[in-house]
């Protein structure tokens, strides 16, 4: 092999690495972005859910005949959403999301904050599962308490 040759041999082995190695951090940096999109349509869904099941429940709690089976199923999930939220607020997920900065500025305040509601809700299932309707009730009402307050603080109103 002439020395030429042999030199446009390295510069095609290395330039074929360089473009490997680009390739692969553009792909991770896109699986990374999805995934913080992904967060963002998962938080906003699982609120949703918890507005929409918590109506529910309290209007469950309401009924003089009190359907405990069909208020644990709600309850559970309610549950469930409610604590997904406290891995679906990732650094970086800001796009796209009603979220406030200051959800990341103030992340130990936040957490505490959400904390506060996830920690209602995990009482009021108790008390359901307790069939225990004062309870829960008062559980609810202190869960339903924290939404106001941190959307007044930590969600943009557009
Ligand atoms: C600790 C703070 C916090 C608490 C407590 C909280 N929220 Fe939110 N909520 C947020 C933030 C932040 C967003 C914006 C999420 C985004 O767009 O990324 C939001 C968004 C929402 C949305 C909009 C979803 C969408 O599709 O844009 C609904 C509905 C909602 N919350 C309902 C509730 C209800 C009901 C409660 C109380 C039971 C509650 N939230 C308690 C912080 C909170």
Not at 114 to 133: G, T
Request: charged share 20%.
């Amino acid at each position: 092999m002439s020395v030429p040759t042999r030199v446009n041999t390295v510069i095609t082995a290395l330039s074929l690495t360089f473009s490997l190695a680009i390739t692969s951090a553009a792909a991770s940096e896109s699986t990374l972005t999805a995934s913080l999109i992904q967060d963002v349509e998962q938080r906003q869904a699982a609120f949703s859910q918890i507005e929409k099941q918590q109506k529910q429940i309290d209007k469950a709690l309401g009924n003089s005949s009190t359907d405990w089976s069909q208020l644990e199923v709600l309850s559970a999930d309610l549950t469930v959403n409610s604590a997904s939220l406290q891995h679906l607020f990732v650094q970086g997920s800001q796009l796209d999301s009603k979220a406030k900065d200051k959800v990341w500025d103030d992340n130990i305040q936040f957490k505490a904050a959400l904390d506060k509601m996830n920690n209602s809700f995990i009482k009021m299932d108790s008390a359901i599962q307790q069939q225990d309707k004062n309870t829960a009730k008062d559980a609810l009402k202190q869960a339903n308490n924290t939404c106001r307050n941190c959307h007044r603080q930590y969600r943009s109103r557009w």
